[in-house]
């Protein structure tokens, strides 16, 4: 591990020296993760890019694109497409990235699954914010807003997302 890692504990989400409250996937942490189980996947995880709602908020970090009116993710297994940003008109399975709500204002990616997919095994393990503390996600990591925003400009190349395999229900 290095300093720039963020590690899932069970206290939190530890990232340079501070302790960040977050939430997991309903399905809680699982070594076999499959597409709809809302569990988050033991790994080791590169943080690969990141999205932001340019009308709700300043650009985040200089890498970061943002998302636009007809940015979606699929989320159909049987799709060629599945795992990877697309945009609408999508005929298939896929989740709206520019949401009505928070949530997506500030996502950070990972490598969960990407960028080779294999089918089922579970698509988009982001970092975003959180509905609210306690409670749980459908896979991914929740911050709350203060706290993702903070940490979102000190994200460096090399940060992975390490979610330890003893956290595994």
């Given at each position: 591990?290095?300093?720039?890692?963020?590690?899932?504990?069970?206290?939190?989400?530890?990232?340079?020296?501070?302790?960040?409250?977050?939430?997991?996937?309903?399905?809680?942490?699982?070594?076999?993760?499959?597409?709809?189980?809302?569990a988050t996947p033991v790994g080791v995880h590169r943080l690969v890019g990141m999205l932001y709602r340019p009308d709700r908020m300043a650009r985040p970090?200089?890498?970061?694109?943002?998302?636009?009116?007809?940015?979606?993710?699929?989320?159909?297994?049987?799709?060629?497409?599945?795992?990877?940003?697309?945009?609408?008109?999508?005929?298939?399975?896929?989740?709206?990235?520019?949401?009505?709500?928070?949530?997506?204002?500030?996502?950070?990616?990972?490598?969960?699954?990407?960028?080779?997919?294999?089918?089922?095994?579970?698509?988009?393990?982001?970092?975003?914010?959180?509905?609210?503390?306690?409670?749980?996600?459908?896979?991914?990591i929740g911050l709350s807003r203060a706290d993702l925003r903070a940490i979102a400009p000190r994200i460096?190349?090399?940060?992975?997302?390490?979610?330890?395999?003893?956290?595994?229900?």
């Open positions: 591990m290095t300093r720039f890692d963020m590690v899932l504990t069970r206290q939190g989400l530890r990232f340079m020296g501070r302790l960040y409250p977050c939430t997991i996937g309903r399905g809680g942490v699982r070594s076999d993760k499959r597409e709809g189980d809302g970090a200089d890498w970061a694109l943002p998302i636009g009116p007809r940015d979606l993710w699929s989320d159909d297994p049987r799709h060629e497409d599945y795992n990877l940003m697309v945009r609408a008109p999508y005929p298939h399975s896929h989740e709206r990235l520019r949401r009505a709500d928070p949530m997506y204002d500030l996502v950070i990616i990972t490598d969960w699954n990407w960028p080779r997919a294999e089918r089922g095994r579970g698509s988009a393990i982001f970092i975003h914010q959180w509905r609210g503390p306690g409670q749980p996600t459908a896979g991914c460096r190349y090399q940060t992975r997302l390490i979610v330890p395999d003893s956290l595994a229900d």
